[in-house]
DNA sequence: CCCAATCATGGTAGCGCTACCATTTGTCTG
DNA sequence: CAGACAAATGGTAGCGCTACCATGATTGGG
């Protein structure tokens, strides 16, 4: 007489409680939920109507635990507030809110260190895939990546190795496709203004130099960095420390549109003609960059595209189906704008 | 002679293999690492050792479904690129990174019907507690969120009628203080601007409104506002719009930073001069509102905090002992600016 | 010095689900 | 029409962990 009710469980209704319901098999109704394709019409209704009507939700951790495999997809960036590595989450939730999949977000902090051990927290779960930001993993994060048993997707850059897939696109390229302009344009005294250089922005340094070297115009005194996080207001205190190391400067190449809107209050504070006297680009092409006096010339990079499709090669590779190209280049774009219209 | 392997899990060390290096039984390594103090100091030592040794990582879904409670925070924000929540959510991620508890982020772009799926999905994997943003849940997410079996904090805004625990501060007062310091500083015919006009933001309409006719001031055609997501550039259009329906416009109360960076560079652009002929007040007080030229007047928001208070509440009911205070007004500050000082 | 009360540890029995392996039924081939 | 084979369903045995309930060892008060 002994009441059959778990002493644990909240006493919400279990798989049990609906196959008692629709007359059949727990395990019919486990497929039925996961391949429909597998369990007869008939069947099928009957099992979903007592699914509705005792409001039954199957339990992930228990579900987890029998397969071996969490349906969720770890994602680590290294900040969550930088509006770039936002717009990748952004992508990611999106296209994974029809399916089955949870997220698990990890913040690194630009940190090699917690990085690591957010994968060995992550692994301990089994993931579905994992989405991390960047190609730059210390040797034992790799380590770790490789041996996640799981699709892998490095995101926002393209390199020669990858752990498994990739998506992204050049940022050395893009840095010199930018000082590029810059020198067409006709600036000569061309300054690097950039925060927070982690290796994406290292490499845009790289490009920046490269363009420079090739001009002939490559001055060390023109680049001007800092390992503090970036913001608007860093911008503007980087550029004055720009113009008073070299006060000929006649153009910027900024690190991130952040840095370039710093910059360009300042010349307005300063009375300094953009673009006559200086030219500004950015980088990222956020929505702003349109909208300032005057607007600004900036790379324009495609954030939420790269998180939707790391989502789908991760998809397909779960699937059974990885895609044949494991490196994916999703480019970028120059987008002329007044500042640099000299 | 068979493997005693299981046939499933990816052969990484379980709490039984622990148990046995360590030559104790599976619970005691349990307790071990939850409960350290309820272990003889030479057992701990023992069994931390056998830990090492073997990468031991207990497995959190097993533990779910063994404690009937995951160790999990549910959050639920409207907006995952929206840089206040944003910051909320870095709040909670860092106040969480010590603890064992992970994060599940929900994006509910704004939409109740979203929220109420979204609760349901959360709530079946027995959170240890759930964060979410706003206090306008439908009837049925709040019966939701009463039946989760777990803390609840409601966060960014105040209200008469928690669900549970409540931390944010009053968008009516915020909306109201901003107008009254326009009308303060001379400005009269005050102009509203919106967009994205969620539940806090008809808030803050309505304490722009009240100020306005506690004045005399008010007048329907000062206000502009559409439901379009939020962006600098539709900050300028709606000023364009505003300006061409009253031209005698002589200051506005933007909705958030984003508008009113829109609103100056349209005034730049048309050589409005602010603050002598457009005040301009934005609310949020992101980084780039002290930099601008000139700088702008904002309702500073205390964002970041309210995610890691949030935590501290959720955390001290979890460990029992919920906070008294269990409605947190965190209050907002007026940040007077140069767009203001006429 | 005995018995209760504590403390430290362990055994057992699930948590709710699915992998694996039947079993049954229906369908096709030669 | 037998035999092979696929399709549909079910039973059993865990997944790795912890709640619950012993058990034995230690303490301490009368």
Chains 1, 2 share one sequence.
């Not at 099928?44 to 029998?66: F, S």
């Not at 041996?147 to 190795?161: F, I, K, L, R």
């Not at 690190?255 to 360009?264: E, R």
Request: proline residues 6%; hydrophobic residues 40%; contains cysteine.
């Amino acid at each position: 007489m002994t009441k059959p009710r778990s002493r644990r469980g909240g006493g919400r209704p279990t798989i049990a409680d609906v196959a008692r319901k629709a007359g059949v098999g727990a395990i019919t109704v486990s497929r039925a939920l996961r391949e429909p394709g597998r369990v007869s019409e008939d069947l099928r209704r009957q099992i979903l109507a007592a699914v509705d009507e005792l409001g039954y939700v199957p339990d992930p951790n228990a579900r987890a635990l029998a397969s071996a495999r969490a349906e969720v997809f770890g994602v680590l960036v290294p900040s969550l507030t930088n509006n770039v590595f936002a717009e990748v989450v952004r992508g990611i939730y999106d296209s994974l809110s029809d399916s089955p999949f949870r997220i698990q977000i990890g913040n690194t902090h630009y940190s090699g260190l917690e990085e690591e051990r957010l994968l060995q927290v992550f692994g301990s779960q089994r993931p579905a895939a994992l989405i991390v930001a960047g190609i730059d993993q210390t040797p034992s994060a790799r380590r770790l990546l490789e041996n996640a048993g799981c699709p892998v997707v490095q995101v926002m850059e393209t390199g020669p190795d990858p752990v498994d897939m990739m998506i992204g696109f050049s940022h050395f390229d893009g840095g010199r496709t930018a000082t590029e302009h810059l020198l067409q344009a006709g600036y000569r005294k061309i300054g690097f203004i950039g925060a927070r250089m982690d290796p994406r922005s290292q490499r845009r340094l790289a490009g920046y130099r490269a363009a420079m070297e090739a001009a002939g115009l490559f001055d060390p005194r023109l680049v001007t960095t800092t390992p503090v996080p970036s913001s608007v207001s860093l911008g503007r205190e980087l550029f004055r420390d720009a113009l008073a190391k070299m006060p000929t400067l006649d153009g910027v190449f900024c690190n991130n549109d952040d840095i370039a809107l710093g910059v360009l209050f300042e010349c307005h504070r300063a009375s300094i003609d953009v673009p006559k006297q200086i030219g500004i680009v950015g980088f990222n092409d956020l929505d702003m960059m349109q909208v300032s006096f005057p607007s600004i010339t900036s790379v324009r990079t495609h954030r939420y595209e790269i998180g939707t499709r790391s989502v789908a090669m991760a998809l397909a590779a779960i699937a059974g189906n990885p895609p044949e190209q494991r490196i994916v280049d999703l480019g970028f774009e120059l987008v002329r704008r007044e500042s640099t219209a000299r």
